[in-house]
């Protein structure tokens, strides 16, 4: 079997827990708690790229049982104390690493990483027993669109091994904008960019597209900072050859979120 590639919005902080937003996010929760049922067979494990993670260079947590990382502000004081205790595999961790150095670019491993709510919060929706292992491979510090969809490319052969390739970030990710009118052309206008970069038939004006993201309509309005962003490039690479198309769309806290398959099947009517 050899599995799709995907990138998710993952929505605002721990949303599950805590139930004014987890209804904002119906929809996000409705999509990813029924995205396993999209596979033939159970995967062996998730390598999820989240944007709450960069390193100078490629980084791969290589842990046996992954802490937490709780990188968000403000929320009510039990979500600090959420437990995801899904298991890693450090042997997929080691192969992530060899097939990164063949394709040329550098990395390492970190025992020390735990899951971020870009990891979390998704994992939580699709596999709430956490009995899936995850191992987390961090961006490197720059964004450099073309190295990243390089380090998918390298690591495409782990869909036929039988591991699911994950981005988790947001289609739109301006934090003074969330919430207000202003917000939502903008979203909007980036959004249907990106599906339209997405859905091109031809592999390589689809490449060429979303090399180019910064180019699009209200581009740095909707990413200032493209750390939300960049977790696409890996799964578009992964998935270099294959048709893409966007999975779902919520849209929450005034703004467009829109997640993306590469490689699979189109949805059933």
């Known amino acids: 079997m050899k599995l799709p590639t995907y990138f998710i919005s993952h929505g605002g902080g721990p949303w599950p827990w805590v139930e004014s937003l987890r209804s904002l996010f119906a929809r996000t ?34 842990a046996d049982h992954p802490g937490m990382e709780y990188d968000y502000h403000g929320f009510p004081a039990h979500t600090y104390e959420i437990r995801y205790p899904a298991p890693g595999d450090p042997a997929l ?8 150095t063949r394709a040329g670019l550098d990395g390492r491993s970190d025992e020390r990483r735990g899951l971020d709510h870009g990891v979390f919060v998704p994992m939580h929706c699709m596999y709430p ?10 961006l490197k510090q720059g964004y450099d669109p073309l190295e990243h969809f ?26 003074r904008g969330f919430g207000t009118r202003a917000a939502t052309p903008i979203a ?19 490449r060429d597209s979303l090399l180019n ?29 294959e048709a893409g198309r966007r999975l779902f769309l919520d849209h929450a806290l005034e703004v467009d979120m829109g997640s993306y398959e590469f490689g699979g099947a189109p949805p059933a009517a």
Not at 36 to 42: A, F, I, K, L, V
Not at 93 to 100: F, I, Y
């Open 129 to 138: 027993g956490a009995d899936m292992p995850v191992v987390m491979l961090s």
């Open 213 to 241: 993201w910064a180019s699009g309509p209200q581009a740095r309005r909707a990413h200032p900072r493209e750390d939300h962003l960049i977790p696409l490039l890996v799964a578009a690479g992964a998935a270099a050859q």
């Open 93 to 100: 961790a080691a192969r992530v690493l060899s097939l990164l």
């Open 29 to 62: 929760e409705r999509e990813l708690t029924a995205l396993p049922g999209r596979w033939p067979s159970r995967p062996r494990a998730v390598l999820m790229v989240s944007g709450h993670w960069e390193s100078q260079t490629f980084t791969v947590s290589s």
């Open 150 to 175: 390089q380090a998918g490319q390298a690591l495409a052969p782990l869909r036929e091994e039988g591991v699911l390739i994950m981005g988790s970030g947001l289609t739109y990710h301006d934090m």
């Open 188 to 206: 909007r206008d980036f959004e249907q960019f990106l599906a339209d970069a997405v859905g091109q038939s031809d592999p390589t004006q689809r």
